[in-house]
């Protein structure tokens, strides 16, 4: 009886290794995964920081002391903070699962030690019995055919046992040294991230340094900077002008002819898109929707609110449409450039200060069709891009896929 109730402990003790075993697993896995979407996000902030540093290099000399160009570095020391922000995230997640590891060494140790000491006993009494009587012996020795059935099962049950533990042992054992391999390869990913901060860390030093002298250069040139401002301001005004006396007119032309089916079609697959239309051109937005507040030229004159975003790029590069659409208007500004608008039912893009474009009024465009090509103009090669939905302008990096 007494062998027989340490025989089911030692099934329970198994049945719970292997519980424990599952659940370690699915833990890893969680771990894995976490980590995995921690080192997407520095590497999606890395291409970004890239994708800032070439620009910056393309601008060339002359954009030195812009404020477009102190935008840019800003941006890139807030992406140096954010991956310093994601580094740190991964070290405590890293010293988390090292210390529930080692927990959890701990435990095995102890578990692995009782078991070897259960083995031991087991193995001690079988001895004993092997030793000072004969199993054929005690088999003999029955009183009656029950009893020596009795013993023969008892025998079985320590030889089971025995090789139970055994087994048990090999499974602790292994188990013990796969978490102890877990737990260097943790402890290295911890030293290579802690490393990797450093290194972050004196890259965002040097751009702070670089920040703090542009915006030391840009003080010292405010008053040409301040009218800079003011010009492209108005230009972006006069667009502001067009653009909502345009859509009047659009509209009232709606109202007298109808809305087709065709329109009611574009601006329902249009809506469909939100958060998922391409980026008209490839660059960095310096200047974002809405009031705009930064140190520089800001500090001293009141900007108006941006009815879109700045998407600073490289010399000569393309534009593309969103979405497929009408082109309904290509307009120019005195120093603006020419400025492109294009219908998606009730819905409205503009692709604003352009050197040439590639349409005309009238086109029907598809999505990724080429527009035309970004002006270059004193601060650099800088598009303006809106989107209006009736008279509201819409924030457009709300609707452009990141």
Not at 2 to 29: D, H, M
Not at 165 to 194: F, V, Y
Not at 357 to 366: A, C, L
Not at 373 to 388: C, Q
Request: proline share 2%; hydrophobic share 35%; aromatic share 6%.
């Amino acid at each position: 009886m007494c062998c027989f109730s340490k025989y089911i402990v030692i099934i329970a003790v198994i049945l719970f290794g292997k519980t424990t075993g599952l659940n370690a697993q699915y833990n890893n896995e969680l771990e894995e995964q976490s980590l995995q979407m921690l080192n997407k996000s520095r590497e999606r902030e890395a291409e970004e920081i890239a994708t800032i540093n070439k620009q910056i290099e393309s601008n060339g000399e002359q954009l030195k002391t812009t404020n477009y160009n102190l935008a840019l570095i800003q941006k890139k020391i807030n992406l140096r903070k954010s991956t310093l922000n994601t580094i740190d995230k991964t070290i405590i997640k890293l010293r988390n699962q090292l210390k529930e590891k080692k927990q959890a060494v701990e435990q095995l140790q102890d578990d692995l030690e009782n078991i070897k000491n259960s083995y031991k006993s087991l193995l001690n009494k079988y001895y004993n019995i092997r030793v000072k009587e004969n199993t054929w012996m005690i088999l003999m020795a029955s009183e009656s055919f029950a009893q020596a059935y009795k013993r023969m099962k008892y025998v079985k049950e320590i030889l089971l046992l025995l090789k139970t533990q055994s087994l048990k042992i090999e499974e602790m054992t292994n188990r013990l040294n796969d978490e102890i391999r877990d737990i260097s390869k943790k402890e290295q990913l911890l030293s290579s991230n802690i490393s990797e901060k450093q290194k972050e860390m004196e890259i965002l030093r040097i751009d702070e340094k670089k920040s703090q002298s542009v915006y030391s250069e840009l003080k010292y040139k405010n008053t040409e900077l301040e009218k800079q401002l003011k010009e492209r301001e108005n230009a972006y005004n006069q667009l502001n002008i067009q653009m909502r006396e345009h859509i009047r007119s659009e509209m009232k032309k709606n109202l007298e002819s109808g809305i087709t089916d065709e329109m009611l079609m574009y601006a329902k697959s249009f809506e469909e898109l939100k958060g998922l239309l391409p980026q008209p051109t490839i660059g960095v937005v310096v200047r974002p929707f809405g009031n705009n507040k930064s140190k520089s030229i800001y500090e001293t004159v009141k900007a108006l609110p941006n009815k879109g975003v700045d998407i600073m790029t490289a010399d000569n590069a393309e534009v593309y449409a969103v979405s497929k659409g009408v082109v309904t208007k290509i307009g120019k500004l005195p120093i603006g450039g020419i400025n492109v608008i294009v219908s998606h039912g009730s819905y409205r893009t503009v692709y604003a200060s352009l050197a040439s474009t590639s349409v005309k009024e009238g086109d029907e465009i598809k999505a990724r069709q080429k527009i035309g090509v970004v002006r270059k103009s004193a601060d650099g090669s800088i598009m303006h891009f809106e989107l209006w939905k009736d008279l509201e302008p819409q924030n457009p990096e709300h609707w452009l896929f990141n």
